[in-house]
């Protein structure tokens, strides 16, 4: 590395290391929050977190040309590849919230429609749903 002013010269590489990585863990930190929040089952505030997660893409995003630079970068790679385990297992945990959620809301559905009909005015009175 050569010394200009006192000071030493970062390589491209360097440089877009110290911009990428810091925006990955902040990611990371988001998404691994969420999962435990999920996995143990705690009341979430999903805009909240999806507010996180989206603000962490688009830094990730407008980094697109950093992140070209240090593909190779064993500390990148390490850190994408962490990324998205994490995400992986946002997505099934989302997913089961999201089954367990309409499965709920099906039945809450079907009892209040029950509640309030004996079926005379139902269209199709010979249908189970």
């Given at each position: 590395m050569s010394q200009m002013g006192g000071r030493e010269q970062l390589t491209?590489?360097?440089r877009a290391l110290a911009m990428v990585l810091p925006v990955i863990e902040r990611l990371r930190n988001v998404v691994?929050?969420?999962?435990?929040?999920l996995l143990q089952r705690e009341r979430l505030n999903y805009q909240a977190h999806s507010q996180r997660k989206n603000q962490g893409l688009l830094e990730l995003t407008r980094?697109?040309?950093?992140?070209?630079?240090i593909?190779?970068?064993?500390?990148?790679?390490?850190?994408?590849?962490?990324?998205?385990?994490?995400?992986?297992?946002?997505?099934?945990?989302?997913?089961?919230?999201?089954?367990?959620?309409?499965?709920?809301?099906?039945?809450?559905a079907r009892?209040?429609?029950?509640?309030?009909?004996?079926?005379?005015?139902?269209?199709?009175?010979?249908?189970?749903?």
């Open positions: 491209a590489e360097q691994e929050n969420e999962n435990r929040e980094l697109k040309t950093s992140l070209a630079c593909r190779n970068h064993p500390a990148a790679s390490a850190a994408l590849a962490d990324l998205s385990a994490k995400l992986e297992l946002n997505n099934r945990l989302l997913g089961t919230q999201l089954r367990a959620a309409r499965t709920v809301s099906g039945i809450v009892a209040i429609r029950d509640g309030q009909s004996d079926g005379t005015y139902s269209g199709h009175p010979w249908r189970d749903d």
